[in-house]
């Protein structure tokens, strides 16, 4: 009689393969650590996923992946559409939406931004900085036909962006309290937002 795998089996084991991939990365990873995590033997892990590949699929769907993509083009999308004072407005709606599934599915965009390499997902995080790189560059070209972006200049605000997505991960990472995440995250905003209006200006020339 075949074994039934129980819901409630599949529900630890993605959670313990979430934490795990988080903290070691999909390469560092092994279902060893992730059955270890989830309280089970690693025959009855193999059972429910018989590779590793396929519980981080499971872990980290395609929806979910998708659904961060989307929210991010609609954010970069505000950002290079709207007046600067309310694109940038970490409480504007599009702001607020990501912030909440950032809470939601702390662990999986963790992951998604940083911890990927090696995965179906390896090319997230280079997505993530070319859509805030994109954003930001329409936005200071906006001001003008005569602004040039210079090659180092670019250089720059890439880095900025390298930076905003480990930091990003860093903070999600650090504590699962969604109190404590908001601040870190609006803390983070209030320091990077005035840096990002202060190289807009110094492209300009202004």
């Known amino acids: 009689m075949p ?15 979430l934490e795990v991939f988080a903290a070691q990365g999909y390469l560092g990873a092994t279902m060893n650590a992730i059955a270890e995590s989830a309280g089970l033997a690693a025959a009855s892990l193999y059972r429910y996923y018989p590779s590793k590949a396929e519980l981080f699929g499971a872990a980290i769907t395609p929806e979910l992946a998708a659904r961060f993509e989307q929210l991010l083009v609609q954010r970069v999308h505000a950002l290079a559409q709207q007046p600067a004072s309310a694109a940038f407005e970490p409480r504007s709606s599009y702001g607020s939406e990501m912030l909440e ?13 940083d911890r990927a390499q090696g995965s179906a997902y390896e090319q997230y ?3 993530f900085v070319a859509l ?4 930001t560059l329409e936005q ?8 040039k972006i210079t090659p ?12 905003t997505r480990t930091t990003l991960a860093g903070i999600l990472a650090h504590s699962d309290n969604p109190r404590l995440l908001r601040d870190a995250i609006q803390a983070f905003w ?4 005035p840096g990002l ?3 807009a200006r110094w492209v300009r020339n202004e």
Do not use: C, M
């Open 101 to 113: 599934f950032w809470l939601e599915h702390r662990l999986a965009v963790v992951v998604l931004l």
């Open 125 to 127: 995080g280079e997505r």
């Open 3 to 17: 074994q039934v795998l129980k819901p409630e089996i599949r529900a630890r084991i993605l959670s313990a393969g």
């Open 190 to 193: 209030s320091y990077q937002i």
């Open 132 to 135: 805030l790189l994109k954003s």
């Open 140 to 147: 200071i070209r906006s001001a003008g036909p005569d602004v």
């Open 197 to 199: 209006y202060g190289f």
């Open 152 to 163: 180092s200049a670019k250089f720059v605000l890439t880095r900025i962006f390298e930076s």
